[in-house]
């Protein structure tokens, strides 16, 4: 059966990810794909889809659709009040959604994504081996850009028969305080003096106003020591660029892939999923981790995002 999501509000800004494009930057391309991961990997466990199964992602709620038929949903990430047909429920757990139904995103009240997943996952036009919408390259996702009121977008067919599933309070997300960003040492770290390392690692930055799925620009009341200019040089995920400025900028899932900036550190990829949830004005620090700790890191990260520790609802 054909079921679809008719968009009613579509809120700040809400687009079709997955979990981005691989081997595309040797080509200009941003590899896009959810800002935090393991929220919208859980999303699709929750209703049993593959962990890069297209689904909606909610920068800041406001988010308002109708279903025109049966369909499991869930939603994780962002503390955000969630109901269906005006009638509050739980996040991070399965729903069953029935023809005529209205679901609300209220706006975040901590955190900054949320990651609507509907069974079978959104069906768009894959670009470049991905759904994911890359607004600055108007590529992917539907039709390349933002959801509008009134956009339809299709949902793979399904069968309905799965028991519930919900993450416990302490697989979920938890927000307050100032945010831990782990990063490894980037290849220009060498070149900051040892107070300039100092600070770059023991100073608590905010997330300024500038800051979207391209890159986060940083603040602290002291600018950090600024490094010489340097020829221009491929740029990945979650480098950490110090500008003369002396504000840090760090590169999200939609980075530029050429940058002149020296990089004296680089995320681990759960900074990163952790950063995508940070809105402006909350408070980050960076903490190093040596070469070994930080592949030590990786691989565990990388196992909990392979085992989404759900259960099922008794």
Excluded at 83 to 104: C, K, P
Excluded at 141 to 166: C, F, I, K, T
Excluded at 217 to 234: A, F, H, K, V
């Amino acid at each position: 059966m054909k079921v679809s999501l008719h968009v009613l509000k579509p809120g700040s800004c809400c687009t079709v990810q997955d979990l981005g494009r691989q081997g595309v930057a040797s080509r200009g391309f941003s590899s896009g794909g959810a800002m935090d991961q393991y929220a919208a990997r859980a999303a699709n466990a929750l209703v049993d889809n593959s962990a890069d199964a297209a689904l909606i992602e909610v920068t800041l709620g406001g988010f308002q659709f109708e279903v025109d038929g049966p369909v499991d949903m869930a939603v994780c990430g962002a503390e955000a009040p969630l109901q269906i047909n005006q009638r509050y429920v739980e996040s991070w757990r399965t729903h069953a959604l029935e023809a005529g139904d209205i679901v609300t995103l209220g706006f975040a009240q901590r955190g900054a994504r949320l990651y609507v997943a509907l069974a079978g996952g959104a069906v768009v036009a894959p670009r470049l081996g991905s759904s994911s919408t890359v607004l600055r390259e108007s590529i992917g996702g539907y039709h390349g850009r933002a959801l509008r009121a009134g956009d339809a977008v299709e949902l793979a067919p399904r069968e309905l028969s799965m028991q519930p599933r919900r993450f416990s309070v302490t697989h979920r997300h938890r927000f307050g305080g100032v945010v831990n960003l782990l990063a490894s040492a980037g290849p220009q770290w060498q070149q900051l003096s040892r107070e300039g390392r100092r600070r770059l690692v023991g100073d608590v930055f905010q997330v300024s106003q500038q800051c979207d799925r391209m890159g986060y620009r940083l603040q602290s009341d002291e600018p950090l020591q600024s490094l010489p200019g340097m020829l221009s040089e491929g740029v990945g995920l979650g480098a950490v660029q110090l500008p003369n400025n002396g504000h840090p900028i760090v590169l999200m899932r939609d980075h530029q892939t050429m940058g002149g900036y020296p990089k004296p550190l680089v995320l681990l990829p759960e900074g990163v999923d952790a950063l995508g949830q940070c809105r402006p004005g909350d408070a980050v620090k960076f903490t190093l981790l040596s070469n070994g700790e930080a592949r030590r890191r990786v691989n565990t990260y990388q196992q909990r995002l392979q085992r989404m520790p759900w259960e099922y609802v008794s």
